[in-house]
Structure formats: structure tokens, C-alpha cells
């Protein structure tokens, strides 16, 4: 079943232990990006990778870093949490960078941070 | 530059019909439309790639002008499993063709 995998769904942790969320897709797409919900603020991505060692900020990257080593795994790593990033995030993935091609979510990963 | 939708939230009784805007002030070249159920992630409806370009999903419908740099979404005869938070999506060329958001439309669907 094609499909994006986020571990883990939910995380409660506390303020300056690190954490990494991982997300991983079964359909070789070469786009990948995390987004963080939260309410009344909509979608807002966080890193995006176009392929493999390629990737770039989104409009929330502060405090947040990922990798690309691999096509099919995409890792949020978060270095130092801090309660402001308590959030709902999720990890999408398209087959390209063009804007023609639908994005496929993952379920989520629910972070609180206290 | 994240585009606007309207209205924020609308209430409808099934089958009653109703409009979700997205408008941008940068060009668009493509619209994206999701739908999100509470609890769920993003699910895709549709991407519509150009000017005129209308499509359909189930009885959910879209449409695109380019000119005026926005796109609707038509909730038709309404069902309860319409119920959620419908979002636009617009690729911005010059970030790597990037999605952004809008803050998304929340439709509550009533027997």
C-alpha cells in the first residue's frame, strides 16, 4: 500500500532533550516536506527536500533540522525543544517538485512539549 | 505569500450547496484543494493546472481563473461526510514550487 509513515504519533517530552520525528514514503517520490499545524494558522512547512542531499527552509524553520540521505526518509529533528513548539506535524510527499503533482500526508505526529 | 480562503467557516443542513474561495495576490499556475477530517491528516480532491480548467470529485467541484488569481470550491447537495477543513494550496515557482496553505475553510455538515 503506497503510503507516508510518521513515527512517533504522539511524544510528550521536555524542554531541551532532543527529539526526531521520522517520516518515510513507499512511492520513490523525490519531494518531501514537514509541515506544522496549529490552530487558526493553517499548514505551514517547516523544511522541504527535492531529492536525495537537497533540501531547503520553508516559513517556519527555526528550530528545526532534517536530513535527506535516503530518497525514502525524511527526519525532523528538533535539537533543543521548546514549548513553542508543541504542534501537530505532518510529512508529506509528491512523485516531483512541480506544482502539478498531489501531495500524500502522513498521520501525524502530535508533539507536546513541556 | 499564503493565500486567502473564505468564508472561514460555514454551517450547512445535507444537501444544501456551498462555496469555498481561494485567492492569491501573487500569479497562480496551479491550485491544489484538501480536505482535512478532524483528527486526520490532509487528504487531496484535485489540482486544477490551468485558467478555465474545471474539475469534479463525488459532487465537489472546482474551478480556476487565472486573471483574477483565484479558485472555488463548490460543495454540492451536501453530505455529512463533507464535514471538515478544506484547504487551498498554490505553488510558488520561485521557492522550488513549494505548497502554501491557506488557513483552510471549516465545513460543518447538519442532518
Known amino acids: 500500500e503506497a503510503q507516508v509513515t510518521q513515527n512517533p504519533r504522539y511524544l510528550i517530552t521536555v524542554t531541551g532533550k532532543k527529539l526526531t520525528v521520522t517520516c518515510s514514503q513507499n512511492m520513490n517520490h523525490e519531494y518531501m516536506s514537514w509541515y506544522r499545524q496549529d490552530p487558526g494558522l493553517g499548514l505551514r512547512q517547516i523544511y522541504y527536500?527535492?531529492?536525495?542531499?537537497?533540501?531547503d527552509k520553508g516559513d517556519v524553520p527555526e528550530g528545526y533540522k532534517v536530513s535527506r540521505k535516503e530518497k525514502r526518509n525524511f527526519p525532523l529533528i528538533l535539537e533543543s525543544p521548546s514549548p513553542n513548539q508543541t504542534s501537530l506535524y505532518f510529512c508529506?510527499?509528491?512523485?516531483?517538485?512541480?506544482?502539478?503533482?498531489?501531495?500524500?500526508f502522513g498521520d501525524g505526529t502530535r508533539l507536546s512539549i513541556l | 505569500q499564503q493565500p486567502v480562503q473564505s468564508p472561514q467557516a460555514v454551517i450547512l443542513r445535507e444537501g444544501e450547496d456551498a462555496v469555498i474561495n481561494c485567492s492569491s495576490s501573487?500569479?497562480?499556475?496551479?491550485v491544489h484543494w484538501y480536505r482535512q477530517k478532524h483528527g486526520e491528516a490532509p487528504v487531496f480532491l484535485m489540482i486544477l493546472l490551468k485558467g478555465g480548467e474545471q474539475k469534479g470529485h463525488d459532487k465537489i467541484s472546482a474551478s480556476f481563473n487565472e486573471k483574477k488569481q483565484q479558485s472555488s470550491l463548490y460543495l454540492t447537495a451536501s453530505q455529512l461526510s463533507y464535514s471538515g477543513t478544506y484547504f487551498c494550496?498554490?505553488?510558488?515557482?520561485?521557492?522550488?514550487?513549494?505548497?502554501?496553505f491557506g488557513g483552510g475553510t471549516r465545513v460543518l455538515v447538519k442532518p
Open positions: 494550496g498554490t505553488p510558488i515557482k520561485a521557492a522550488g514550487n513549494k505548497l502554501t
Open positions: 501573487k500569479a497562480l499556475y496551479s
Open positions: 508529506a510527499s509528491s512523485l516531483s517538485t512541480g506544482g502539478n503533482q498531489p501531495q500524500h
Open positions: 527536500s527535492m531529492n536525495v542531499e537537497v533540501t
